[in-house]
């Protein structure tokens, strides 16, 4: 099993920063898919950012240019850092891990950008 821990969701204007963490914890595998995912209120979840091992990170159309997702292997943590934000983006962040044929999910960070 492999358990993660969202952290830096909040409150922000629009046109402002913030910096979503995703901490993994648990056993190990031999292929990993990191991704962050969100659901609007109101609406279904869906793809924000993946990231794999040799390969280009990929970007739902409505955040590229202005979401970043990146690994710190020693850390053991994934980051989404999110500029730019426009309310929009006001949704609840999920941090996702696809471990061989196996997925995982965190609780959810809340993110709410005002106009």
């Known amino acids: 099993q492999v358990q993660l821990v969202e952290s830096g969701g909040g409150l922000v204007q629009a046109g402002g920063s913030l910096r979503l963490s995703c901490a993994a914890s648990?056993?190990?595998?031999?292929?990993?898919?990191y991704g962050w995912f969100r659901q609007p209120p109101g609406k279904e979840r869906g793809l924000v950012a993946t990231?794999?091992?040799?390969?280009?990170?990929t970007y739902a159309a409505s955040v590229r240019g202005r979401f970043t997702i990146s690994r710190d292997n020693a850390k053991n943590a994934v980051y989404l850092e999110m500029n730019s934000l426009k309310p929009e983006d006001t949704a609840v962040y999920y941090c996702y891990v696809k471990a061989d044929s196996m997925e995982f999910w965190g609780q959810g960070t809340r993110v709410t950008v005002s106009s």
């Open positions: 990231l794999r091992a040799g390969r280009d990170p």
């Open positions: 648990g056993r190990t595998f031999s292929s990993y898919v």
